[in-house]
Structure formats: C-alpha cells, structure tokens
C-alpha cells in the first residue's frame, strides 16, 4: 500500500515539472518572469477598468522586481530607439550631463514610439545610462515614480 502512494506521487510530481533531482522527481514550477501568473478575473468588487488597472499595476512590479530576466525585447525596438526621428542623437548629450529633465521630457515626447516596450524602459537605453555614468537618470528610470513615466521603469536585471 505504501508502495502504490510512493508511486503515485512520484507520478505526480514528475508531471507537474517532469524534472529529476537527485534521482528523485522535483515539484518545482517554473513560473516566467515576464508572464507571471495572476488573477485572471476581478473579485466582482470593481469595475473592468480599474481590475485591469490593478493587473498592469501587478504586471509592471512583476516584470521590474524579478532578478535574472532573458531579454525579450524584440530588435525592432533596438532599431526604432536609434532610427526613430532622432532620438538618439539628442540622447546622448542628455546622459553626458546627467540632465533628468531634459531625460523625463524626451521620454515623455517618445515614449509609446521607441523609448519603451511593454511597460518597461527598453534595455537598450538603460544600458547607455550605465556606459554614460548618468547615475541620476538612471536612478529615475529604474524608480519609475516620476509622472513623466507613466509607471514606465528600466530593470537592470535583463540579460543583455
């Protein structure tokens, strides 16, 4: 009898990961930073636009909080952020002087076209904070609590 619930939990468990440790099964789940699992439906307590405010507010401290992310920044965000009507150029003399106004007003005028990604800073620009030792820029971006950003915020943690 034991034997058939040893059996029957290593069943179990192998489908839920169908990983070995050890010899032995595990029962972890692997869960996707980006795609984190969430209440699909609201408690019926608030209206569907505020249940789906509550769901991106969810989505965008997920996706900024977790450590060790793959990049999933499709190149054609890489190409709009140094191509799309001259964003770049005009962003780098802003990283030179560490200038976090003049940052949080090219982001708010280019936001939606190749500053950002889902609801993430793209890394591509973060990244030229960091070279360019614009420390309080990229203290703002990573914060992401200026209006300017809309919620919007860079995580250092993507693998890039």
Known sequence: ???????????TASRVDNGMHKGKPTTVIKIDPWNPPYPMHGDGRCTPEEFVRQRTS???TSRATNTIIPDRTPPEANSQFYFYHGVYPRWLPILEKDNVRCFL?????????C??????IIPEAFNHMVVEDALRCAKVAMEGKAPELEGHCANPNYMN
């Not at 500053?115 to 993430?120: A, L, P, V």
């Open 1 to 11: 009898m034991a034997k058939a619930r040893k059996n029957e939990a290593t069943k």
């Open 58 to 60: 969810f989505l965008i």
């Open 105 to 113: 007003r090219l982001f708010a005028e280019c936001r939606d076209d």
């Open 115 to 120: 500053m950002t990604y889902g609801s993430i």
